[in-house]
């Protein structure tokens, strides 16, 4: 499907929305005119001037939004300031935890990433890290990271991290592939490249469904993985059982205690390659919402074509409660904090 040069871009509004946020009129041109609309330059203006026309949408600052939230708008001059603050408070750490030889890439992703800084469940924002490693080393890396932030909520009480995203650069495809997990990719700030991005963004070409620019690329030069020796991978193993075990037995359910596994299951979070939320986090929670703030904010662009093709339904997975506790979990935070 191919979707006009206005459908993209009151799809990009609206998905802001589902965010409470704005979108950035500089940064909507640059991602929808390069969407199979490179010669609609001088279309975008006249667009976002219907769209206006219409009352649909207001323009403020060089931001838009859905008419009637202009002050989300008045709320973003904090909302970067707050963004850029985060970053700077975050660089000496990933500065030091780079320097792990197995780290390959460091980013920040979510609500910081959008320059959209959300409060979590404790009253304050994380850096949500995107984290590339190298061959059979995740968990090892993990190991040294719990020791990391254990001293430093020693000393300062809290951290403000934590690991949203972690694989290995020979498990680098992404298995929920939608608008939102592209949406995410194309957000990522990268603090650190050994040159894994390049390789990251090749393996998941998938995003140019969405996203047809040159801002998802990296300068780097892809650098060649580390082959993991038969001791690095022992060792990496272990601590993934071990980590399994004690997760476990601190949730005194022994069914986490036995869940490790050299297979991927895409309905678990920790697995030995890559951690991650379960079923992709909450794709499914913000499909609904965007759908339903379409049908309010856009009635007469809404169809369900382009919903099927924004989040598809063979990007999900079967939602299990029994197994995915932490998507209840997940749901409940974003029905809150969106």
């Not at 009480?157 to 995203?165: A, M």
């Not at 939102?180 to 469904?209: C, M, S, Y």
Request: glycine residues 4%.
């Amino acid at each position: 499907m191919q979707l006009t040069l206005k459908e993209l871009i009151v799809c990009h509004i609206n998905y802001r929305d589902v965010f409470n946020a704005p979108v950035s009129k500089d940064a909507l041109k640059s991602w929808t005119l390069t969407y199979g609309h490179a010669n609609e330059t001088e279309n975008f203006d006249g667009i976002i001037s219907e769209l206006i026309e219409e009352q649909l949408i207001v323009e403020k600052d060089g931001y838009l939004a859905v008419v009637g939230k202009e002050h989300i708008i008045e709320d973003q001059p904090q909302k970067v300031k707050t963004t850029e603050d985060l970053l700077a408070k975050g660089r000496n750490f990933i500065k030091l935890f780079s320097k792990i030889s197995f780290i390959r890439y460091v980013g920040v992703s979510g609500s910081v990433a959008a320059e959209n800084p959300t409060i979590n469940s404790k009253d304050h924002v994380d850096l949500d890290l995107f984290v590339i490693s190298s061959k059979n080393s995740l968990w090892a890396i993990f190991f040294v990271e719990r020791i990391i932030t254990n001293i430093i909520r020693i000393f300062k009480g809290d951290h403000f991290y934590c690991f949203n995203y972690v694989t290995e650069e020979n498990f680098l495809e992404i298995y929920n592939q939608n608008f939102f997990t592209a949406t995410e990719i194309v957000n990522l700030k990268t603090l650190e490249d050994k040159g894994a991005f390049q390789e990251f963004i090749r393996k998941n070409a998938w995003i140019k469904t969405y996203y047809k620019n040159d801002i998802i690329h990296s300068s780097m030069p892809s650098g060649n993985q580390k082959a993991g020796n038969l001791l690095l991978r022992s060792i990496n193993y272990l601590f993934y059982m071990a980590f399994c075990i004690l997760r476990g037995l601190k949730k005194f359910n022994l069914k986490y205690a036995f869940e490790f596994t050299s297979k991927f299951d895409p309905t678990q979070k920790c697995n030995l390659h890559r951690i991650c939320n379960p079923n992709g986090g909450y794709q499914e929670k913000i499909k609904e919402r965007f759908s339903s703030l379409m049908k309010k904010n856009f009635e007469a662009y809404y169809s369900s074509q382009i919903i099927e093709f924004l989040f598809p339904l063979n990007s999900s997975f079967e939602f299990s409660p029994e197994k995915n506790a932490h998507d209840l979990q997940i749901a409940g935070y974003f029905e809150k904090y969106a």
